[in-house]
């Protein structure tokens, strides 16, 4: 029993068509038009496959497949929102990869034990609204549904007012659910698999997360005839920030890794000097322990460049995900599957953050990753061979009929 290569393939092309920028990359960001277009276009695929589908109040939209026995189910899942001018394979794989694995049990005619269940998470990314995973993170009882529904975008949208704008705040709670497991199958979005000429990453957990926010107030004055002693420039300060962010992971080292992604300048023009700058800072570390290591330095690195242009800052660590193991036996079963697979694999952790960081607080879960061409990803230049997806997605298949036990 194989999946079936061209059907998938078709699908990711069809998907990746919604939100499509001219260099053939993505951008399809949460609960926009564009992401509405995606989720209409799957749960279209998902009716078709035979799947009841409900919607819950996060907007995160369930297909499933019946089970001959009253038991949770195992559910696959993933995102199909993106980053702007993303790639199409992030998030997508792992919602085509486990419509593709329901397909081929339809094909063969296949029952299963366990219930069978397709979740797509609502806002994965983060790139719209803060933090990332929050429908999973409300899911899993971590964000308050208020919270998560009075999250802004750069606009000051609410979350809520989206997913009622696009027809996808649903009736079902956005409470945990009992499942058997959770396996999400995603690109590995690093080089190591490619580098090392493998096809399955057999993930065992992923790293802790934290995001902060900070705002330093300067004073927006003229860019000409305000003498320099008496500037209070906010993007110098910020400036200092930027370097001092990145001499924390220098200093400590090991596999710990900090971004500033996002900085915005006001008044943003040639000839005033900024009053205001906001920026992200995004730091992740395998272990909890020296991730706060890592937090502990960044205060004093703000309030040093602050006090020495004489301006005034808001810092907010505003989002924390813990180092986040999966389940032994789950991990054990993709393991296994991989092997039945005929893939090429190892055992890897994972850099990024995914829904199955937030189920994994909830049920048993388990990771499946296909390699980034490069190691790239959250890029228009983001991909993935076929025969390696095609790995991925058996491995899914042999792994989830593992878990669902044939009738
Ligand atoms: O931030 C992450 O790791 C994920 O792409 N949301
Ligand atoms: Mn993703
Ligand atoms: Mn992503």
Redesign the pocket.
């Known amino acids: 029993m194989n999946v079936d290569r061209q059907r998938l393939e078709q699908s990711i092309e069809e998907l990746g068509r919604i939100g499509q920028t001219p260099r053939g990359g993505l951008t399809r960001l949460a609960l926009t038009d564009e992401d509405k277009r995606g989720r209409d276009w799957m749960v279209a695929r998902m009716r078709e496959a035979g799947l009841s589908v409900t919607v819950d109040q996060m907007g995160n939209i369930f297909g499933q497949r019946p089970g001959t026995a009253p038991l949770a189910p195992v559910m696959m899942g993933?995102?199909v929102d993106s980053v702007p001018t993303g790639g199409r394979y992030?998030?997508q794989l792992g919602v085509l990869c486990g419509l593709e694995v329901i397909r081929t049990l339809n094909d063969e005619k296949l029952s299963t034990r366990h219930p069978v269940t397709l979740a797509i998470f609502t806002n994965?990314?983060g790139a719209r609204f803060q933090p990332a995973m929050i429908a999973s993170g409300v899911m899993a009882g971590k964000i308050a549904l208020e919270d998560a529904y009075n999250a802004r975008d750069k606009d000051g949208i609410r979350l809520v007012d989206e997913l009622e704008r696009i027809g996808y705040l649903g009736p079902e709670p956005c409470v945990p659910r009992p499942f058997r497991a959770y396996l999400e199958l995603?690109i590995e979005q690093g080089p190591f698999l490619e580098e090392e000429g493998l096809s399955v990453g057999v993930v065992e957990g992923i790293v802790a997360i934290a995001w902060s926010r900070l705002t330093i107030h300067g004073v927006q004055d003229h860019a000409g005839p305000t003498p320099m002693r008496i500037r209070h420039d906010a993007l110098v300060a910020a400036a200092e920030v930027v370097s001092g962010v990145r001499r924390i992971a220098r200093e400590i080292g090991g596999e710990l890794v900090t971004t500033i992604g996002n900085l915005v300048v006001t008044p943003n023009i040639v000839n005033a000097i900024p009053g205001r700058v906001t920026l992200s800072i995004d730091m992740r570390d395998p272990s909890d322990a020296t991730l706060d290591r890592a937090l502990a330095r960044l205060e004093p690195i703000v309030r040093e460049a602050c006090e020495r242009e004489g301006v005034r800052y808001e810092l907010e660590n505003y989002w924390r995900v813990p180092y986040t193991p999966f389940d032994r036996g789950v991990v054990d079963t993709v393991e296994r599957a991989a092997r039945a697979a005929g893939a090429r694999y190892r055992r890897i952790l994972s850099g990024?953050g995914?829904d199955a960081q937030y189920m994994a607080a909830i049920g048993p879960t388990g990771m499946v990753f296909v390699p980034s061409h490069d190691g790239r990803s959250h890029c228009e230049e983001e991909f993935t061979p076929i025969d390696d997806i095609e790995y991925g997605a058996r491995t899914l298949l042999v792994a989830a009929l593992d878990l669902a036990g044939r009738a």
């Open positions: 993933s995102h992030d998030g994965e990314e995603h990024a995914h």
